[in-house]
């Protein structure tokens, strides 16, 4: 099956300017999601989708291809990510022909992202024939949405879930598993992606990885959290 790798990288970050050719350690942030890509070896063909030239040239250095620039309208803030995918699959159809099997979303936000999980999720597709195949983290304790609350406008509160007892939930280890996806690595079947169904509940399966490999860098306080751990030499996610 051939195997596209796209990383969707727009120029116009808000909260982090330029985050993604921000230097995170030595490199640029998507340096490190180009990296572990090629390192897989599970990829046939590695593009970065960007509205900016800059990003472009950078994504370049370090060894993904950069076919197209994607319109501005396609890179604004509320642009999700199915019509970015489309675009993809549609400008690589029509330049040369190509159209592979599968599609990964490779975000370059989530730098810890391993060669070992991006084929993972690849052999993941293969082995049950699904039409989605998403990284996921578990989700425990406080962060569990058994002990989540709405707030009202006065600060009253009320539970997230009706249709539980949240005293019945009084320990952590009465929670049942649960878990949330991450982006890390998602994978789609072209069909999934043309047909516009890319958030299908059916046909989808799960990917368990380490909450540390999980890593979204958006905010001034993810890069400081992000410098630290190389700092550490964490070489294992990386």
């Not at 620039?69 to 990510?81: G, K, N, V």
């Not at 399966?205 to 380490?210: A, D, E, Q, R, T």
């Amino acid at each position: 099956m051939n195997v596209l790798g796209v990383i969707p990288a727009r120029g116009g970050s808000k909260r982090v300017k330029r985050k993604n050719i921000r230097p995170l350690a030595e490199k640029p942030l998507i340096a490190y999601t180009i990296q572990s890509a090629i390192k897989s070896k599970k990829i046939n063909r590695l593009i970065v989708s960007t509205d900016d030239p800059e990003i472009a040239k950078v994504a370049e250095v370090y060894g993904a291809d950069v076919p197209f620039l994607r319109p501005a309208s396609l890179a604004q803030d509320d642009t999700p990510d199915q019509p970015v995918f489309q675009h993809a699959l549609n400008s690589l159809s029509n330049q040369d022909g190509y159209e592979p099997d599968i599609v990964l979303n490779l975000r370059p936000t989530t730098p810890f992202k391993t060669p070992k999980t991006i084929a993972k999720v690849i052999e993941k597709m293969r082995e049950t024939k699904a039409d989605i195949v998403r990284t996921m983290s578990p989700v425990e304790g406080v962060n569990h949405p058994y002990w989540m609350y709405n707030m009202k406008s006065d600060c009253k509160t009320v539970p997230f879930l009706d249709t539980i007892n949240v005293s019945d939930y009084y320990q952590r280890q009465l929670l049942p598993e649960v878990y949330r996806i991450n982006g890390v690595v998602d994978a789609y079947t072209r069909g999934t992606i043309i047909k516009g169904n890319m958030l299908a509940k059916k046909n989808l399966y799960g990917l368990v990885i380490s909450e540390e490999e999980s890593i979204d860098i958006d905010t001034e306080f993810d890069f400081f959290l992000s410098e630290c751990l190389l700092q550490m030499k964490v070489k294992e996610w990386l």
